[in-house]
């Protein structure tokens, strides 16, 4: 089973500055990787999948980078509707297909 | 799009629930879907998975051999049968759809139904 581990757990930020969420598989998922936003009290959200590829409606300040182990989910000025918690997937060698433990972003 | 779960309500631990998730606004039969839950406060646990054609389904060892999934691409439904439910199976329960119609490859979800709640006790 692939582990996937994000950093950090929790993350503060201002509005307006850019956030950087970091997320490691424990073997390459090749670019077999997505990340979902997920607000208090809602279903998660696609926003990104095959590591850099933003889902339809995703506005252009969510950007996804990496391959293999490392990924990046990068948010480049964030909005208030931003502030959310997101996990990261991996799809590449399943079954199972694992989920991060969450990085929450909150407001500083 | 839209998928939306139901049948979740409290249970006591050994007892048994079906959830349904009802699929509108794409082709259902074309389509794997998947069963994901979440515990209360916690991250995402995929469960199961169904192919569009229910030849291939696959479980999460946490619930092998206790839950079943199934579709019925006439009525544009998925089922999650659960037996034997322990405290530890309480969750907000999801159907999620592969994004892409397509058999034999891993994929993201999109789009996820709103959840299921299911409460384990005694």
């Known amino acids: 089973e692939i582990v996937m581990t994000q950093s950090p757990a929790t993350l503060s930020v201002s509005p307006g500055e850019r956030a950087t969420l970091s997320c490691r598989a424990s073997q390459s998922v090749g670019s077999k990787l997505a990340w979902y936003q997920q607000k208090a009290g809602q279903a998660p959200r696609l926003l990104i999948y095959g590591a850099s590829t933003r889902a339809t409606g995703i506005p252009a300040r969510f950007s996804g980078s990496g391959s293999g182990t490392e990924f990046t989910l990068t948010i480049s000025s964030l909005q208030s509707e931003d502030f959310a918690v997101y996990y990261c997937?991996?799809?590449?060698?399943?079954?199972?297909?694992?989920f991060g433990q969450g990085t929450r972003l909150e407001i500083k | 799009v839209q998928l939306v779960e139901s049948g979740g309500g409290l249970v006591q631990p050994g007892g048994s629930l079906r959830l349904s998730c009802a699929a509108s606004?794409?082709?259902?039969?074309?389509?794997?879907i998947n069963w994901v839950r979440q515990a209360p406060g916690k991250g995402l646990e995929w469960l199961a998975y169904?192919?569009?054609?229910?030849?291939?389904?696959?479980?999460a060892d946490s619930v092998k051999g206790r839950f079943t999934v199934s579709r019925d691409n006439a009525k544009n439904s998925l089922y999650l049968e659960m037996n034997t439910l322990r405290d530890d199976d309480t969750a907000l329960y999801y159907c999620a759809r592969d994004h892409l119609p397509i058999f034999g490859v891993g994929s993201p979800f999109d789009p996820w139904g709103p959840g299921t709640l299911v409460t384990v006790s005694a």
């Open positions: 606004g794409f082709t259902f039969s074309s389509y794997n």
């Open positions: 169904i192919s569009a054609t229910s030849t291939t389904i696959f479980y």
């Open positions: 997937q991996q799809y590449h060698d399943w079954p199972p297909i694992t």
